[in-house]
């Protein structure tokens, strides 16, 4: 994993009601975060995943940054500590081209055991990253957040989209398909 990454800083603190962290930059780290609008946090997990800056400020050797609506404060609790990343190469950009919301509709979502959960009827641009719908096997429609704990990887030979376990993230409509 960290042959992909590059870290450039690591969460000192949280504040999980305002969703902001603050972060201390490694020493070539700090200006990074001057132009950047998202960079990779890892958990500790070896899987880091993107989260969106909406605003930051600076602090001597720190950089406070809020993030935008999507990540929740649940999550953010869960930040100290985590790594924070950027990809060491142009791979990333390509990994995320990949991924991109407007290439996905009509696509069908395989679950790590094999089986189709739905397709893909609908895309979300969001600041947060963005918003997936499905329409399920049994005719209801559910959401996914784009995010990198859950979209894998896309394989249009077959026209399919790899996630990992969706149990988490997956938000079914209220109306059942009889209604």
């Known amino acids: 994993m960290h ?6 800083g690591h969460v000192v603190a949280v504040e999980s009601a305002q969703r902001s962290v603050r972060i201390k930059a490694t020493p070539n780290g700090l200006t990074e975060f001057e132009s950047l609008d998202r960079f990779w946090l890892d958990i500790g997990t ?18 406070k ?25 142009s791979d990333a950009g390509e990994a995320e081209e ?18 189709i959960l739905g397709t893909v009827i609908e895309t979300i641009d969001t600041p947060a990253g963005g918003v997936v ?26 026209n399919v989209i790899h996630v990992a376990d969706v149990t988490p993230f997956l938000v079914m409509d209220d109306l059942s398909p009889d209604c």
């Not at 070896?46 to 950089?63: E, H, S, T």
């Not at 990949?98 to 089986?115: I, K, N, Y």
């Not at 957040?145 to 859950?150: G, L, S, T």
Request: overall charge positive; aromatic content about 8%.
């Open 3 to 8: 042959n992909r990454w590059r870290e450039i």
């Open 46 to 63: 070896g899987n880091p995943f993107c989260v969106r800056i909406a605003d930051k400020q600076f602090l001597r050797n720190l950089v």
């Open 65 to 89: 940054i809020r993030f935008t609506p999507g990540l929740s404060k649940d999550m953010v609790k869960k930040l100290v500590n985590a790594q924070v990343l950027l990809p060491l190469s």
């Open 98 to 115: 990949s991924f991109s919301l407007s290439t996905l509709s009509g696509l069908q979502v395989m679950a790590p055991s094999g089986q």
């Open 133 to 158: 719908r499905l329409e399920m096997l049994d005719g209801r429609t559910a959401a996914l957040p784009f995010v990198d704990q859950v979209f894998k990887s896309v394989d249009r030979s077959r």
